[in-house]
């Protein structure tokens, strides 16, 4: 029998990375009380799964659970499902645990998490890399915050949907590391996009570069992937770029919160302007290489 | 019997990178004729080893060799070694090859080949990735430039020196390939410095979002490396930020030429112009995350 089995765990937000986490939770046993705004979604995947029942509301959806998975679009869309009306908070019983498994700002995550524990919950938040395939093998990366505690409590529930689990510190920790990693794939990707079109402008063809460099310091998973979809133009999403650039905003707004300079993250930011306003928001951000074209 | 066996060649600059090459070339069988602008190094080099002999001037070193290979500074030194009076072009036979294993401009790289060309020669550049350590266990990465015949003569030589021999395109393209590895190299460093920092300052261990994010698509030889010496504090070189700062001005510089804009590059080199203002110029790449303490 499942360590999970049984488990009472509210649901709000069954988006593509959502709706195959429930049914990795449900698969292991664990009692899911999901709310959708569209309801239909949260009504097919109860039919389709035992243990699954839909709420009215993220209150109805929290209610009595020993922990509420928040999996949202962005930072407002958490404030309301939590703070509003009707919200996670009010239906929150004491020593319940708030989960967001999404990419939300640091400061109003710290917020966030003030109100659940002024309440007697605990507050956890488990950004994810590996996107829609990872979601859907459970093989992400969780970059969680909490209190020790809380980490322990949830630690087997996230088990269930990623493959490598961090612990980074406290409330806030896993999304400044999720920034972290954000940083670094839309700062790369402009160094691979950079070279590449250097070479091709010198006359080499940048595949032959891409393989000649592979095996050194190079070496990284954006120039393997991002760097072969540069090559061969493909690129369709994948990551698309107008969240790339929602990304490298949101790591320079917590830069300034905290007062310090990062003129790469910044000059990153304006390439990334640069895309949309060419009306690429929607290819693959390693369609970055197009603006260094023609 | 190794098929080097009786090859004479002739090998320019013998310092920290050109010294095991010899090595490896001597244990094939190739007859070896060294010049070094210090010739004790030689002297001593060929005592140790057999069929190697001492040249007074780069153009006896090259006088009947089928190849000769240069492993000297810099651009001017390679221009001065071959070009110059008692150059290797004055002593290079019809069909003799010059093989560059520097980092050397792209453009007078060129004008280099069109000189040897004109004297019945083949030029191949064909620096490399590794450093010492991949010097010492002929495990470079090689990319090379050069017309097809003259990479096929010489790759069983080149395949002495190191794992992975790229024929990246004609004459130049070895160079333009270490450019753009070099251009990874110092944004992708700078891409996990200003990671790091910014997760230091907003409170979270950067050994720890490190751990958190290796693998997924921010994993790099250089977040693994060079995020460890960034977390550990530990900068002796390896790679010094001097070199690395003249490769990203020699990237720009050829980007000048051909005609392109390089944003993120032009960023990375203001950084390590700050670095090296602050009296940092010998320690490792990695240690430009210094420059954002404080």
Redesign the interface.
């Given at each position: 029998m499942s360590a999970l089995s049984g488990r009472a765990l509210g649901f709000v937000g069954i988006g593509r990375m959502g709706a195959p986490m429930c049914r990795h939770l449900a698969a292991a046993g664990a009692k899911l009380r999901l709310f959708n705004r569209t309801r239909a979604a949260a009504d097919a995947l109860a039919a389709a799964l035992p243990g699954i029942t839909v709420a009215g509301s993220p209150k109805e959806a929290a209610r009595d659970a020993e922990a509420t998975f928040i999996n949202v679009s962005d930072t407002p869309a958490v404030e309301a499902v939590l703070l509003g009306e009707s919200g996670v908070l009010a239906g929150l019983k004491s020593g319940g645990i708030v989960i967001d498994m999404g990419t939300t700002a640091?400061t109003p995550t710290r917020r966030f998490a003030a109100a659940v524990e002024a309440k007697g919950g605990g507050y956890v938040d488990a950004p994810v890399?590996?996107g829609v395939v990872g979601a859907e093998a459970a093989s992400l990366?969780i970059?969680a915050?909490a209190r020790p505690d809380d980490f322990a409590r949830v630690k087997p529930l996230l088990e269930r949907l990623g493959?490598?689990i961090?612990?980074?510190?406290?409330v806030?920790?896993?999304q400044?590391?999720k920034?972290?990693?954000q940083?670094?794939?839309g700062?790369?990707i402009?160094?691979?996009a950079?070279?590449?079109?250097?070479?091709r402008?010198?006359?080499?063809?940048?595949g032959?570069?891409r393989?000649?460099?592979m095996?050194?310091?190079?070496?990284?998973?954006?120039?393997e992937?991002h760097g072969e979809r540069m090559v061969t133009g493909s690129f369709e999403p994948g990551?698309r770029a107008g969240l790339q650039r929602k990304d490298i905003a949101q790591?320079l707004e917590?830069?300034g919160e905290?007062?310090?300079e990062?003129?790469?993250?910044?000059?990153?930011l304006?390439?990334w302007d640069r895309m949309i306003a060419q009306g690429f928001a929607e290819l693959d951000h390693s369609g970055l290489y197009k603006i260094?074209e023609g």
């Open positions: 640091v890399s590996g990366s970059m915050g493959r490598t961090t612990h980074c510190g406290g806030g920790a896993g400044v590391a920034i972290a990693n940083m670094i794939v700062l790369t402009a160094a691979v950079e070279a590449f079109a250097l070479s402008r010198a006359g080499v063809d940048p032959l570069v393989q000649a460099i095996g050194g310091f190079a070496q990284s998973r954006i120039l992937l990551g790591a917590l830069a905290v007062g310090i990062l003129p790469s993250t910044k000059a990153n304006a390439l260094y």
